[in-house]
């Protein structure tokens, strides 16, 4: 059987609106066409991948912001935006690895809950080949990657007519003093952490682009496509 192939949109380092642009048009691009055996030959979506170019919280659908917290997090200088995945309050920026796969469920033989299974999984297997023993998924509402009480990798999701969209932040050598300002994901107790701090070498988003690759083609058993090749 072939396998799935996805446009590889590399987006470097982009503020994050610009994410929210590209994955909106590739959701444009897929939803009007829904998926039938004739399709077999054409891409089942896109993997968009960047670094935000600057501070930004968002909140999911279950909210996770008040008006006077929003407000208090544009005053120190960070963006807030609400998106309408799944999850409450985290953050993203400088340092981190967004990941979000804009794909067609019924390509791949995936339920959403599978999906996000699949997203842990290579957020897992990265960890692993970045010499980082340990990482796990936890069950609901521990959505994640985690190293004990310690989130390393977030993940939110949305899916609308099998069409999936938003993803994974993996904390490669972000900040974390800006996690200081919420709760993220709204769980009461548990810290966060990065590749950076647990490795103890500064580790940088460049850096674990090619074995997050590596392990997302070897999970989701696909092909990549450059976004440089032809359509």
């Known amino acids: 059987m072939q396998q799935p192939a996805l446009r590889l949109v590399r987006l470097g380092r982009v503020p994050y609106a610009e994410l929210l642009g590209q994955q909106d048009r590739w959701l444009r691009r897929l939803q009007p066409e829904p998926c039938t055996e004739g399709r077999s030959g054409i891409e089942a979506g896109a993997l968009l991948l960047c670094e935000p170019a600057g501070p930004v919280y968002t909140t999911g659908l279950r909210g996770g912001l008040t008006p006077e917290e929003t407000a208090r997090l544009w ?37 959403l809950r599978m999906h996000v299974a699949a997203l842990e999984a290579c957020a897992v297997r990265l960890c692993e080949l970045q010499g980082l023993q340990g990482a796990r998924a936890r069950p609901p509402p521990y959505t994640g990657v985690w190293l004990d009480e310690r989130k390393i990798c977030a993940i939110g999701v949305r899916c609308g007519r099998h069409i999936t969209s938003h993803g994974l932040a993996l904390n490669c050598s972000t900040d974390l003093t800006w996690f ?11 810290g966060v952490t990065s590749l950076s701090k647990e490795l103890q070498r500064h580790i940088t988003v460049d850096e674990v682009m090619p074995p997050f690759l590596v392990a997302f083609k070897e999970i989701y058993k696909c092909t990549l496509i450059s976004e440089d090749s032809p359509s």
């Not at 999850?87 to 019924?106: E, I």
């Not at 200081?180 to 548990?190: Q, Y």
């Open 75 to 111: 005053a120190l200088g960070a963006e807030v935006r609400v998106t309408g995945r799944g999850g409450l309050a985290t953050f993203h920026g400088p340092g981190q690895l967004l990941c979000h796969p804009v794909l067609d469920l019924r390509r791949f033989g995936l339920r």
């Open 180 to 190: 200081e300002h919420i709760v993220p994901c709204g769980l009461v107790g548990t």
